[in-house]
């Protein structure tokens, strides 16, 4: 049993299956992926990682080509599962409109038929690129895509949020199972939008049930809130053979991160963050300013679903990023966002892998 083994060899061999020198990955963050962040912690023997939703294909290739030419190439391609088309409600989404515009620009009714972008074009994108790695939020992908990322190699690494959902990820051929517990900064990636709110469910009981759910058909990567060595060696002695790290990786300089937002990060006790659709229509843990708490009180208007809630509030968020203004701003972040430090990223993933040993080894 993988889980049986003892959490330094169990890391250990995750590392060698990916040559990796170390068991940290890099979140694959929408907006937040910048190359330099993923060449630094790939050069520092780590897993880089590209959240490339919001990405065009060229934009997939360049950032591609960008890593490449200054690591290894050891990286990861993320990519959002669409939910089904959502039903629309003119009138409902007018109380929306309204209500984001007393935060931000005014919001015209055409501004919610923005669509996402080609998901099928993106697919096309990450296969012609054929990262060692790719990776999946929010569902499986397609039969063929698997199919045709199997032909080439191609590792896939399954974001879950429930043992229901590891057990499909890996029936679909998933070959490493990210456990996202709901202590994470960003989008949860529940399969089913409408359940992520009741499906909320920490690291500290999903890790050891995934892990004891998926056996030896896949090693399974904790994620969410893990902040420090402490974090990522319990981690591992729940059983996980590496940790994904991503509000830890914001503050650093190669993130490149409004400074509010960075700001925001460094003061955020665990109570200061909560889930929202607020920005996306999607639930997403953000630091609770001003905008969130008034969104997600009983009296303002339910957001829309996604992707509609993503479009009506984009002008507020372009306009909050170029204000510098975090109250209005999306501000992803998880619990214990506090513990992220400043250090260079090369240096803080080492610096984190050097204290979890310690902590992992008998003295
Ligand atoms: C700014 C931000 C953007 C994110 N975007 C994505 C994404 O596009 N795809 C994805 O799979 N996960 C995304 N996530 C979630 C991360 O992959 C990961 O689950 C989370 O960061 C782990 O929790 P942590 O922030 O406590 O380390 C995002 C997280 C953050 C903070």
């Given at each position: ?8 060899v ?8 990916f040559?990796l ?9 929408a ?20 959240g ?5 294909p ?11 030419s ?22 409902h989404?007018a109380r ?6 007393q935060?931000?620009?005014?919001v ?7 669509m ?6 993106q ?7 054929g ?16 199919a ?5 190699g191609i590792?896939?690494?399954?974001n ?13 051929g ?15 990636g ?18 050891p ?5 998926i ?26 053979s590496?940790?994904q ?6 503050r650093?300089?190669?993130a490149k ?12 006790q ?6 929202t659709?607020a ?9 609770a300013?001003a905008y969130?708490?008034?969104a ?17 509030s ?11 203004d ?11 966002s ?5 250090e260079?990223a090369a ?15 008998p003295?």
């Amino acid at each position: 049993m993988i889980s049986s083994l003892p959490p330094l060899v169990r890391a250990r061999a995750f590392c060698d299956a990916f040559a990796l020198r170390l068991p940290i990955l890099m979140a694959p963050m929408a907006g937040a992926s910048p190359a330099s962040l993923a060449v630094a912690v790939a050069n520092a023997g780590g897993l880089g990682g590209c959240g490339a939703l919001l990405m065009k294909p060229e934009a997939i290739r360049a950032w591609a080509a960008d890593v490449r030419s200054q690591s290894n190439g050891s990286f990861q391609i993320n990519l959002w599962i669409p939910d089904p088309p959502p039903q629309r409600n003119p009138a409902h989404e007018a109380r929306v409109r309204e209500f984001l515009s007393q935060w931000g620009p005014v919001v015209s009714p055409e501004d919610g038929d923005k669509m996402p972008i080609d998901f099928r074009e993106q697919c096309e994108a990450m296969l012609d690129v054929g990262p060692a790695i790719v990776s999946s939020i929010m569902g499986v992908y397609p039969a063929d895509v698997i199919a045709r990322m199997k032909e080439k190699g191609i590792r896939w690494l399954a974001n879950v949020t429930t043992v229901a959902e590891a057990r499909e990820a890996v029936a679909a051929g998933a070959d490493v199972i990210v456990a996202q517990g709901m202590e994470a900064g960003g989008h949860r990636g529940s399969f089913d939008a409408e359940r992520s709110d009741t499906a909320l469910i920490g690291l500290f009981a999903l890790l050891p049930a995934v892990v004891d759910a998926i056996g030896d058909r896949a090693p399974v990567v904790a994620t969410g809130g893990i902040a420090d060595a402490r974090g990522i060696a319990a981690a591992l002695l729940l059983g996980a053979s590496a940790v994904q790290i991503g509000t830890g990786l914001l503050r650093t300089p190669e993130a490149k991160l409004a400074q509010a937002w960075a700001d925001a990060i460094a003061k955020a006790q665990p109570e200061d963050t909560a889930p929202t659709r607020a920005f996306s229509g999607r639930l997403g843990r953000s630091i609770a300013t001003a905008y969130v708490k008034a969104a997600n009180a009983p009296e303002a208007p339910k957001p829309a679903l996604s992707p509609v809630q993503r479009a009506l509030s984009q002008a507020m968020r372009d306009a909050a990023t170029k204000a510098g203004d975090i109250d209005r701003m999306q501000a992803w972040a998880r619990q214990a966002s506090r513990l992220a430090a400043t250090e260079p990223a090369a240096d803080l993933v080492r610096r984190l892998w050097s204290e979890a040993q310690a902590l992992l080894t008998p003295s």
